[in-house]
């Protein structure tokens, strides 16, 4: 394991431990957020949830960012359209990509899935180029799939 894998393998089993002792999923996607963030010192790590045709945000860590998505639209309107993890190394190579900080330089968009259907996507945006890879997708796949969501 390089640096990085040893880092998402202590992080998978604080997700683990945090979503046994609590089965609220606002309070487990704040958690979540809050300990991604911290791990990795992302620019900004947050959920977004789907609340009738729209992405509403959810609980995130980092500097405030756009409440509404529509699907389809930016990266995360993609994955909850296509259902599967987008990697953006370059934003500004990514067509119809929103940009709720000039900051934000690559990014990876996580869909989260309740019996199929995707629910949320997790969202991380980093300031430097080319951040995150083929082991992010992996780790971050197997780490939100601890959330088991409620939502309705
Ligand atoms: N860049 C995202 C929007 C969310 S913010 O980055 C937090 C997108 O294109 O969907």
């Known amino acids: 394991m390089n640096e990085k894998e040893r880092k998402y393998d202590l992080l998978l089993r604080q997700v683990q431990s945090l979503a046994e002792g609590e089965t609220d999923a606002i309070a487990l996607m704040a958690n979540m957020a809050a300990v991604i963030h911290e791990t990795f010192h992302f620019w900004w790590t947050g959920f977004y949830r ?50 709720c900080s000039s900051a934000s330089q690559s990014e990876i968009v996580i869909p989260v899935f309740k019996e199929k259907e995707v629910v949320a996507v997790l969202d991380i945006d980093s300031e430097y180029l080319h951040t995150f890879d083929e082991t ?17």
């Open 50 to 99: 789907v609340v009738g045709d729209e992405l509403v945000l959810g609980p995130f860590q980092g500097p405030l960012a756009c409440t509404r998505i529509a699907r389809g639209r930016g990266v995360c309107g993609t994955v909850w359209q296509e259902a599967r993890t987008i990697v953006v190394p370059d934003v500004h190579q990514f067509k119809g990509h929103i940009a």
């Open 136 to 152: 992010d997708r992996i780790w971050l796949e197997k780490i939100v799939s601890f959330l088991i969501l409620d939502i309705d």
